[in-house]
């Protein structure tokens, strides 16, 4: 049974989809993507956005640069699609190992997304080079329009885009990405083997209940934003599958406390300090601790065609109590779980 589990070794496990910023903020937060995983998936929704290989170059050298030292860490970028990208940058770019994947953000769908693609019609003939060279799209999976209901904006995504892109590029592999629902669940079950999702740690935790409760919760803000329980219980259930479609994505996203406490609260999770210790509480509530290594640190490399991470990492059973805020290089967040317990500690191994 697993609750006489008290400790788990995993290969160490990857991020398939964060946000490190840039300039004070990735100084504060980068250690902590780098202490729990070997490779990570990075955001390019910088301001300006990262459109360019040398732009990710460069901002690779970055990250390297805000590691602590021996951090055994590594960047994998992406880039930020446009309504005027660049095939042929993009495709000698991923040649050439700067870029990983491409990410596509509807215009204004979240934070610095006002570059993002207005139709997806635009960047047809770059999509279509994609798949001709194997490139992975990253999808953020919501439609912008005012008329559409804020917790129906995935479901209409995909209704509307997604399955309609699936038809038209039936060879593009897509990551959809921090799944927020029951019909994503479905479609990407439904959906050939070159489909797969990521899931966050606050999806399986949290309904939209948590950002009302006892008044508004900013740090329970983000986007896509938290469903229903029906379709945190939908996620719950793809996580701890087994199934190779769903990976680890932390969708970790930080701000300054004052950015959230606001007026106009950003939208943004941080879940980076705690993230393994958050995955490991879902699998062990759903009797899945034994299906936590696929999920973490097997599904999402092969699905992006690279090796397995050789090193090995351990959880142990040990309460933890996650602190109200962190301060790290200046910056006050408020982590994901702030002032609660949490049951798992991750150890070296």
Known sequence: MNDTIDRITIRRPDDWHVHLRDGAMLEAVASFTARQFARAIIMPNLSPPVTSAASAAAYRDRIMAALPAGANFTPLMTCYLTDDADADDIASGHAAGIFTAAKLYPANATTNSAYGVTDVAHIMPVLERMQDIGMPLLVHGEVTDGDIDIFDREAVFIERILDKLIRALPGLKVVFEHITTAQAVQFVDSAGPNIAATITPHHLHINRNAMFAGGIRPHAYCLPVAKRELHRLALRKAA??????????????????????????????????????????????????????????????????????????????????????????????????????????????
């Open 240 to 349: 701890t599958s087994g199934s190779p479609k769903y990976f680890l994505g932390t969708d970790s996203a930080p701000h300054e406390i004052h950015a959230k406490e606001s007026a106009c609260g950003c939208a943004g999770i941080f879940n980076a300090p705690y993230a393994l210790e958050s995955y490991a509480a879902v699998f062990e509530k759903e009797g899945a601790l034994d299906r936590l290594e696929g999920f973490a640190s097997i599904y999402g490399a092969n699905f992006y065609g690279l090796p397995l991470n050789e090193g090995m990492i351990s959880l142990e059973r040990s309460d933890i109590q996650v602190p109200d805020d962190i301060e790290s290089a200046g910056s006050t967040l408020v982590p994901f779980h702030a002032g609660s317990e949490l049951n798992w500690r991750m150890i070296p191994s």
